[in-house]
RNA sequence: GCCGAUGUAGCUCAGAGGUAGAGUACUUCCUUGGUAAGGAAGGGGUCACGGGUUCAAAUCCCGUCAUUGGCUCCA
């Protein structure tokens, strides 16, 4: 008998049979492992761990620690979802069912039947019993005419659509109990694995994502091949509402909307408003160091601009739209984006390659026109403060200028606790260039500059064709909050098409002229947006010296109201702002609504600070720090500020 | 914009054809209390809005608006 070569991840070679599967290979190492194996990665592709390897491979065994091993976990948990489905709604016809990032979900054509949520669990338990059964899941090889054959005689279009696109010869089927799918695979090996099913939610979804077809059922679902995994992650949703930040928003008085103001326009309350005023400043002071000049423009523009700008024809239909005046009937739009105003500065002088870079920073508030049932809190409104800014440099100093700006989104990232993050490049999508401004040469330097910034700072990066900008391609930071989940917030948008079209020059040194690159940036993308991910990171626990009530001063009772005031005042006068808590409550009271509102210090005088010239300090979430005089209170609150 | 769900006091929610409820917040009074809710009384609602069915609608039906879970879109 032949033998292949395998090559494990350590590096090391064995020799095996020839037909040999990853589950026997597993089984030789050990029979725990063999236990856990959902499936195996062979030259790089996803196999069935009991497909037979026929030729010298590489090979890398995966389990549930493996994104891989838990997308093909969750991939043939759809199909039992699917199988249970089918059971017990005989004639409903299948869309899709794809692993996503947490869980699966798969698209059914119910029929006449409106499926409703509150039958996910009878579908669950189905799913469970059928678990039990240990189906194996079968991979067949099947023609094209059989496929089409199969799915004719069942009366599913959908998957008749998908045969269609298929080539004939690499059709695959999979089966399991008494449900077959069109599936290009791999599955684990059977559905005993699957130990635990959550369904989260139902869905309408169109078939292919397209408005114009019929709308589907799309049920999300979620699965655990222990039963304390699902327990953790149930655990996790439950924390992720308690931090939703629309919540959060209201019970500490951040931000509120109105019917009457508008759909997607926040009003940001006091304590809102400190917090972004203490966010803006601090990039404010960062970029002045980083060279930047601020600037302020108007909240709206005249037509024309957009229209030079390219705007007016890419999104003018799509806006807000044109405000005239009464009598000459000029028209302005509500600016969605501040470059072209910033272009107009530039434009107000002459300006030599000495000049240059010249970086105009703007806390700038837009409008955009966002479909109503896209509006979520804040990280999705109409109306919203870009902490924006534009790079005018000459084309070598694009690279340099880059490095800059990701180095000051890092030093944003790490003053405000997020700590894991990746880049994603976002370029072009090579098969419909005629969506995109601008010219070739132009997009393939700055494609190529973008990657060489990004490489140079040892950012870890993955590239997306087709999500650039109409204008350039981009770096968008992505960062993951202490739940694990992931944002986008920060960007960086190299464009040589905004500076073509004002017909922006440079007098070089040559003495001729010449065009400028501009990059667009913006750390926090958003204030709005960005305050939302942070106050879900943090859980509404800010970072001290950014929180709008750092202290709660809390008098034991009215007769040591006035120490209580002079403890106050004296705190503001060092820097340390927050709340005066004089109402007729008793202590215990007062601590627990300070409690409440998340404020990092509580102050507590009584009698005996009075006499001692003292103050008691609580820290939140902690408790009782002990007594101490004002000036050492004011030391451990900048220590812990990092003032 | 599309499909589904939801909309009752400032907030969190109960009520399901017979004229509106709790907790909390608010106001007043009592209480002057030592590290997460002291006591009492009181005010507060076109039951999102507009139509319809009915002797009678918060409740049933239709429409609109907003919120919300997704889909599509996102400079």
New binding site residues.
């Given amino acids: 008998m032949s033998k292949v070569n395998i090559t494990l991840p350590d590096g090391s070679v064995k020799q095996y049979d020839k037909g040999v599967t990853g589950y026997e290979i597993a089984l030789g190492i050990s029979e725990g492992l063999a236990r856990n194996v959902l499936a195996a990665k062979v030259n790089g592709e996803v196999w069935e761990s009991a497909r037979p390897i026929t030729s010298d491979a590489t090979l890398q065994l995966l389990t549930w620690n493996d994104t891989e091993g838990k997308s093909t976990f969750w991939h043939s948990s759809a199909h039992l979802m699917a199988e249970a489905l089918e059971a017990l709604y005989p004639g409903i016809k299948l869309g899709i069912g794809p692993p996503i990032e947490n869980g699966y979900y798969y698209d059914i054509d119910f029929g006449t039947h ?1 499926f ?2 509150s039958e996910l669990e009878k579908v669950e338990q189905k799913m469970l019993e059928l678990a039990r059964e240990k189906n194996p899941y079968v991979r067949k090889e099947i023609s094209k005419k059989d496929a089409v054959d199969y799915f004719e005689k069942k009366g599913d279009e959908y998957k008749l659509e998908l045969i269609g696109e298929l080539e004939d010869g690499s059709i695959t089927f999979y089966e399991q109990g008494n449900f077959v799918d069109l599936c290009k695979g791999p599955h684990i090996p059977n559905t005993g694995f699957i130990k635990a099913v959550k369904l989260l ?6 078939w292919r ?3 114009k077809r019929k ?1 589907l ?2 049920i ?1 679902g979620i699965t655990f091949p222990k039963q304390k995994e699902l327990t953790e992650y149930l655990h996790l949703l439950e924390e992720a509402k308690k931090r ?1 930040h ?2 959060l928003g ?2 500490l008085e951040l931000f509120a ?1 109105s ?1 009457k103001v ?3 326009l926040p009003l940001w309350l006091p304590k809102g408003t400190m917090l972004r005023e203490r966010l803006e400043s601090f990039m404010r002071k960062a970029q002045i160091k980083a060279g930047y000049d601020p600037v302020v423009t108007p909240h709206i523009g005249g037509k024309e601009l ?1 229209i030079t700008s390219g ?1 007016y024809e ?2 003018g239909a ?2 807000f739209q044109p405000i005239s005046t009464p009598q000459e009937g000029e028209q302005f739009m509500l600016k ?2 501040n ?1 072209p105003h910033h272009c107009e500065i530039y434009k107000t002088k002459p300006r030599s390659y000495k000049d240059l870079p010249i970086r105009y920073a703007e806390f700038g508030t837009v409008y ?10 804040l990280t ?1 409104v109409r109306g919203f403060t870009q902490d924006d800014a534009h790079i005018f440099c000459r084309p070598d100093q694009v690279k340099a200028e880059f490095e800059k700006v990701i180095d000051l989104v890092l030093y944003v990232f790490e003053a405000l606790g997020f700590t894991d993050y990746t880049a994603q490049i976002s370029l072009r999508d090579p098969e419909n260039k005629e969506k995109y401004i601008g010219a070739d040469e132009l997009w393939n330097l700055a494609e190529k500059q973008i990657q060489e910034a990004a490489d140079e700072k040892g950012l870890s990066t993955i590239t997306e064709l087709g999500e650039a ?3 350039g391609p981009k770096l968008d930071f992505m960062v993951k909050d202490a739940l694990g989940r992931k944002w986008q917030l920060g ?1 960086i ?1 190299v464009d040589y098409t905004l500076p073509e079209r004002f017909q922006l020059e440079y007098i070089g040194a040559d003495n001729k002229r010449h065009r400028p690159v501009m990059i ?1 940036r913006a750390p926090f993308g958003s204030l709005e947006r960005f305050i939302a991910v942070l106050t879900e990171h943090c859980g509404g626990n800010f970072p001290l010296w950014l929180t709008p009530d750092q202290v709660a001063v809390l ?6 109201a006035d120490y209580a005031e002079d403890v106050f005042n004296k705190l503001k006068q060092s820097d340390i702002r927050g709340v005066f808590d004089n ?7 007062k ?3 300070a ?2 509102m998340k404020i990092p210090f ?1 102050v ?7 006499q001692d010239n003292k103050l ?3 820290r ?2 902690e ?2 720090l ?2 101490m005089p004002l000036e050492e209170f004011v030391s451990l609150f900048r220590e812990k500020a990092h003032i």
Wanted: with cysteine; charged share 35%; aromatic share 10%.
């Fill in positions: 409106e409703d949520g939610n139902v869905a309408g979804a169109y994502g397209d408005e709308q059922t799309r999300y939703d629309r919540k209201k019970e909307f019917e508008g759909m997607g957009y705007h890419k999104y799509d806006s969605p984006m470059c955009r026109y966002e479909q109503h049932g896209e509006l979520h809190g999705r900008a109409f204008y960007t948008q667009h008098p034991i009772s009215e007769k040591y109402r007729d409550e008793k202590i215990g009271r601590i627990r609504d409690e409440v509580m507590i005088v009584g009698e005996k600070e009075m008691s300090v609580r939140h979430g408790g009782d002990g007594s």
